[in-house]
């Protein structure tokens, strides 16, 4: 079979000397690229759209193709590490404190470093958290249940560890920052996703979620947990058990007996979430949930 040929021949040299050089300038143009190659063209706030559409089905395909059913979204701070880690941090300040006693920034940081020392048992509690889910799911194949994490440091990455641990899968789903922020790796590869918004972020946290565990942390864990108690109260999604790990932490961190007395809730708001101290607690709190309202835990 021949190949197939120009409509028409190309103009001669002689017949047109600058020809060639228009046409290449022609396919070359961002104009001739096609539209789903046109990075410029899909960087437009004309396409927003588009792009949000395949910000959400892209993870979703993938989501899919990977069997992720019901699974257990964890939350918590990125500045939280293990033990060994926070000792070392707080030693080097520490030294640095006898260098220069008198300086009050220092005193400052020091007494921070003392406090991420003392939290850092909630990194364990959050590894150990990725254990038991990563058990939990390989004891039912056909129902798997998967941790879900923010994909970065910190708690996020305890409780991706503890799937790792177990020999699991685990998700992490990125979010394209200003400020780069490397997956942790202890993700499966396949299932790290990132994404370009938050809202389709967001979206991808709840559809599968079972239950949602909030260790302590700073905006990003309240914006999430927030988020979801919005709207479960609003039932604008299905109930899913809440749980906070580190009362004394949520309770100083915001008070809810405040938002009650001052009309800002309802009493019975308060029974959106419980409360917990170790993964085991906090596991126990997830299965009696669904034991008590018959609702699957995966699958």
């Not at 190309?10 to 104009?31: F, Y």
């Not at 063209?41 to 395949?54: K, M, N, P, S």
């Not at 961190?253 to 993964?279: H, K, N, S, Y």
Request: net charge negative; charged share 25%; glycine share 6%.
């Amino acid at each position: 079979m021949e190949p197939l040929k120009p409509a028409l021949p190309p103009h001669e040299a002689a017949d047109d000397p600058e020809a060639a050089q228009r046409v290449a300038t022609i396919v070359t143009s961002p104009s001739y690229r096609e539209a789903d190659r046109d990075v410029d063209f899909l960087d437009r706030d004309e396409t927003r759209g588009v792009r949000l559409q395949i910000d959400y089905l892209k993870a979703e395909l993938l989501l899919r193709e990977h069997d992720v059913k019901g699974t257990i979204v964890v939350f918590g701070s990125t500045r939280l590490a293990p033990l060994a880690e926070a000792r070392r941090s707080l030693d080097a300040l520490y030294a640095e404190q006898a260098v220069r006693p008198d300086d009050g920034a220092l005193a400052r940081r020091v007494a921070v470093a003392e406090r991420m020392l003392e939290n850092s048992r909630y990194y364990d509690e959050a590894r150990e958290l990725g254990r038991l889910v990563a058990r939990a799911g390989a004891a039912s194949p056909a129902s798997r249940l998967t941790v879900v994490t923010g994909g970065g440091p910190g708690i996020m990455e305890a409780a991706n560890r503890g799937a790792f641990d177990a020999g699991a899968e685990s998700v992490g789903l990125n979010i394209t920052l200003p400020e780069a922020q490397q997956p942790n790796p202890y993700i499966t590869p396949a299932l790290c996703l990132r994404f370009r918004y938050f809202a389709i972020r967001k979206l991808h946290f709840l559809m599968r979620a079972r239950a949602l565990v909030a260790f302590p942390g700073g905006y990003g864990t309240f914006d999430e947990l927030f988020q979801t108690l919005a709207l479960v109260q609003t039932r604008s999604i299905a109930p899913v058990p809440v749980v906070l790990v580190g009362e004394r932490y949520w309770r100083r961190a915001c008070d809810f007996e405040f938002l009650v007395a001052e009309g800002m809730i309802a009493p019975e708001d308060q029974a959106l979430f419980r409360f917990a101290e170790t993964a085991a607690q906090v596991w126990e709190t997830i299965t009696g949930w669904h034991a008590a309202n018959s609702t699957p835990l995966a699958g």
